[in-house]
T-cell receptor, first 110, second 115 residues
Framework: DQQVKQNSPSLSVQEGRISILNCDYT??????FLWYKKYPAEGPTFLISISSIKDKNEDGRFTVFLNKSAKHLSLHIVPSQPGDSAVYFC?????????FGKGTRLHILP | DTEVTQTPKHLVMGMTNKKSLKCEQHMGHRAMYWYKQKAKKPPELMFV???????INESVPSRFSPECPNSSLLNLHLHALQPEDSALYLC??????????????FGQGTRLTVV
């Protein structure tokens, strides 16, 4: 039973344009959500989080939107840069656990 | 210092060996985690320590034995592993459990190969 779903295994975006990564979840008890970026052979790096009581959080080029009624969140990266090419994991937290989605591989095209 | 340090970076061990993975953080975090990640899969939670006490064991086989000697250190003792246990083992820490915790910092991982 997958509680955090990232349905797009990969995404290609032109450099300078907006990248939108999507995530759906099934458990309404999650109290906050996180996005991690991962390069090959490295541990995940925290990017941005959002509490379940908010609908938007912004940090520089990264903005996360949360739609609780739809159990959906998205990460917007604008403008996209070559260094943004990586795997992005959506994750959700409750009861001391952080549960990860399967990840979306983002390719930034020159 | 926002680092979680894991050693060793790579480990090759036989099925009869005993080895340990180590994790260290000096951020004053009171929750520490072990995750296992197979290729092209998301990290899967194994254990959670909160205030140096084991709070979650995700039905991990007993050949994996966690230990938290103090608030800065987390070990994972390995014994009689199987080749299918080969994976990237990630340690993470976070400030605390509960709603005020907003992020977990991950180490670089230990790439384990069981032969």
């Amino acid at each position: 039973d997958q509680q955090v779903k990232q349905n797009s295994p990969s995404l290609s975006v032109q450099e300078g344009r907006i990248s939108i990564l999507n995530c759906d979840y099934t458990n309404s008890m999650f109290d906050y959500f996180l996005w991690y970026k991962k390069y090959p052979a490295e541990g995940p790096t925290f990017l941005i989080s959002i509490s379940s009581i908010k609908d938007k959080n912004e940090d520089g080029r990264f903005t996360v939107f949360l739609n609780k009624s739809a159990k959906h969140l998205s990460l917007h990266i604008v403008p996209s840069q070559p260094g943004d090419s990586a795997v992005y994991f959506c994750a959700a937290h409750r009861d001391d656990k952080i549960i990860f989605g399967k990840g979306t591989r983002l390719h930034i095209l020159p | 210092d926002t680092e979680v340090t894991q050693t060793p970076k790579h480990l090759v061990m036989g099925m009869t060996n005993k080895k340990s993975l180590k994790c260290e953080q000096h951020m004053g975090h009171r929750a520490m985690y072990w995750y296992k990640q197979k290729a092209k899969k998301p990290p899967e939670l194994m254990f959670v320590y909160s205030y140096e006490k084991l709070s979650i064991n995700e039905s991990v086989p007993s050949r994996f034995s966690p230990e938290c000697p103090n608030s800065s250190l987390l070990n994972l003792h390995l014994h009689a592993l199987q080749p299918e246990d080969s994976a990237l083992y990630l340690c993470a820490s976070s400030q605390d459990r509960g709603i005020m915790n907003t992020e977990a910092f991950f180490g670089q991982g230990t790439r384990l190969t069981v032969v």
